[in-house]
């Protein structure tokens, strides 16, 4: 084979000359003549075709490479606490029991606090890896509230996901210890509550809307501050269309029981949230306009009852304090303040005080008051709120302590009219009005018993002893004298002659007067015979009555005539009058 069949390309050919190229043609007799020759086009020497076969080739292996990587899925790093049950090339992840990738491998983290597992996704899930994109181990789990994963126990344990298309483009993630009870996938709202304490409400405990399950709680932290909890909820679709911005949510964990004047009352949502804990809510009626509709995140009181969530909260608010000097067990922050019977406020603190002046000890009371829960009849004015408050204690106003429960002893704040009570205007302490108080009835029962032995211990006991016994020997003296024996044997017989006496008049006179009674008593019914209505006597009479007013009559008749006409005494009465 030639160079050239080698593809190697050949050494370039001589020079020609007029004498070259006519020896090769063989018409050197032709052009001896010394006429130069035409130039001659010669073909190129073509590849073989045998060269075509490895470019093909290599063609379709690069197509197939890039083919390859870029229907390659992304590869993710998630991070676990544990990696148990979980084997590379074996462990899944799914989503919905669909398989989106596989684990390809499982390393320790450098710090040897956590494991780190590597996972290869298929084609098409980089825009589901975001920011809040969550992946959990899904296995077989038993708590209070559900049961899940039980077909993990034949094929294994997997890693779940959720998927999140909003948010910033993310391979790195950190997994959950637990499964979300809820994935973003599903229709429905988060709402948080914010309350004192957690209480018995956990992850799962359930969420009713008139005992009717609704939701759960998914999550709760403490707040940055320390001073609360922040509960969220989710609620599913179409049930979180009931919230709304006046939803009032309540603590239903437990059995409610109140006793009261009416009866035992016993309140409880299920036989889970009492086991559990749970959240129950509802929208209280009201005359406003139309209710707008919660959106997601908004934050919600948690009441501790149905009662306090459905009890009347007002903006305006004033704060009072009141001293008092007797014992104030019984009395704790929360107890309500009374006035004649009505809540208008409650007690915000109670502390106890040391006066180094007079060497005694207060106790103040801050109580809250709603003036909007009074409503006030004709027109307000604009009086001053310190000008009416001066005018009730001038009326009487006092705050005194009563009780509440005689059982537990509970004791609260009652505010009522006394008109018999001192005087006493009332006081500032900063910016808190001072109103005045009365003593307990037990104290104020107590301190009349003290005045009154105060008034015994004042009266001259031994004088009034000497002088009763003095009265007791005159008494015995006279007793014992021979004048009084003799009035008694005198009195005696003077009753046994006014004995004798009463026995004569039972014997001699009685029946004489028995007699006499029972004529008396015959003469009656006549004489009530003869003035009956149907008495003939009593009929003549009628007409005799009727007969001297028609007399009368005529006799006022007749005196008016004359009175008219005095000449007809002497004429006589005219023909013509």
């Known amino acids: ?90 462990t899944k992840v799914k989503f919905k029991e669909v398989e989106l990738g596989a684990v390809t491998a499982i390393d320790v983290s450098p710090d040897l606090k956590s494991i780190v597992v590597t996972a290869q996704l298929t084609y098409g899930s980089a825009p589901y890896l975001t920011t809040h994109t969550r992946f959990w181990v899904e296995r077989a789990r038993v708590t ?27 391979r790195r993630f950190r997994g959950l210890e637990e499964p979300p009870l809820f994935t973003t996938s599903e229709p429905g709202k988060r709402f948080v509550l914010s309350a004192p304490t957690l209480g018995s409400l956990n992850l799962g405990s359930p969420v009713y809307y008139r005992q009717i399950e609704v939701g759960q709680v998914v999550g709760y932290e403490l707040d940055a501050d320390g001073h609360a909890v922040s509960i969220e909820l989710f609620i599913s679709a179409p049930h979180d269309r009931l919230v709304h911005t006046d939803t009032r949510f309540w603590n239903a964990s437990g059995v409610d029981v109140a006793i009261s004047t009416t009866g035992v009352r016993v309140d ?13 809510f509802d929208t209280p009626e009201t005359i406003d306009g139309e209710r707008q509709p919660a959106r997601a995140r908004d934050v919600f009181p948690l009441y501790q009852g149905r009662a306090e969530a459905h009890a009347k909260t007002y903006a305006h608010k004033d704060q009072y304090l009141l001293y008092f000097k007797g014992s104030v067990n019984g009395l704790a922050v929360g107890a309500p303040v009374m006035l004649r019977g009505i809540a208008i406020g409650q007690v915000l603190d109670v502390q106890l005080n040391f006066n180094v002046e007079d060497f005694e000890f207060q106790i103040p009371v801050l109580v809250e008051v709603e003036p909007e829960r009074i409503r006030v009849l004709g027109e307000p004015g604009q009086n001053d709120r310190i000008a009416v408050v001066e005018r009730l204690v001038a009326n009487g106003l006092r705050g005194q302590l009563k009780s509440s429960n005689l059982l537990t002893g509970e004791i609260y704040v009652d505010l009522d009219f006394y008109p018999k009570a001192a005087p006493e205007p009332i006081g500032r302490h900063g910016d808190y009005l001072v109103l005045p108080t009365v003593p307990t009835p037990l104290e104020a029962l107590a301190t009349r018993a003290t005045s009154i032995l105060d008034k015994l211990d004042a009266l001259p006991i031994e004088q009034i002893g000497r002088d009763v016994a003095a009265a007791a020997a005159n008494a015995n003296a006279v007793i014992g004298s021979k004048e009084l024996k003799g009035v008694i044997a005198e009195t005696a017989a003077a009753l046994a002659a006014l004995r004798q006496t009463a026995e004569r008049l039972n014997v001699e006179i009685a029946p004489d007067i028995k007699a006499t009674l029972l004529a008396t008593t015959a003469t009656m019914n006549k004489a009530r015979e003869v003035v009956a209505e149907s008495s003939p006597l009593y009929i003549e009479s009628q ?35």
């Open 268 to 280: 409880t949502q299920s036989l889970l949230s009492v086991l559990i804990g749970g959240v129950a």
């Open 144 to 170: 209070a509230s559900r049961v899940s994963g039980l077909d993990t126990l034949l094929s294994g344990p997997y890693i779940a996901i959720d998927p999140v298309i909003e948010g910033e483009s993310a």
């Open 1 to 90: 084979m030639s160079e050239t069949a080698l593809g190697v390309s050949p050494d370039p050919p001589p020079e020609p000359t007029p004498d070259r190229f006519l020896a090769a043609t063989g018409r050197s007799e032709e052009w001896s003549d010394g006429a130069l020759p035409q130039a001659v086009r010669v073909p190129p020497v073509r590849l073989s075709i045998v060269w075509l076969i490895p470019v093909v080739a290599l063609a379709i292996g690069g197509w197939l490479a890039y083919k390859t990587f870029s229907e390659q899925g992304p590869t993710i790093q998630i991070q676990f606490a544990s990696a148990a049950g979980l084997l590379p090339g074996k």
């Open 543 to 577: 007409k005799m009555f009727q007969e001297l007013s028609a007399a009368a009559r005529s006799l006022r008749l007749m005196a008016d005539y004359l009175e008219r006409h005095p000449d007809a005494l002497l004429k006589g009465k005219a023909g013509g009058r």
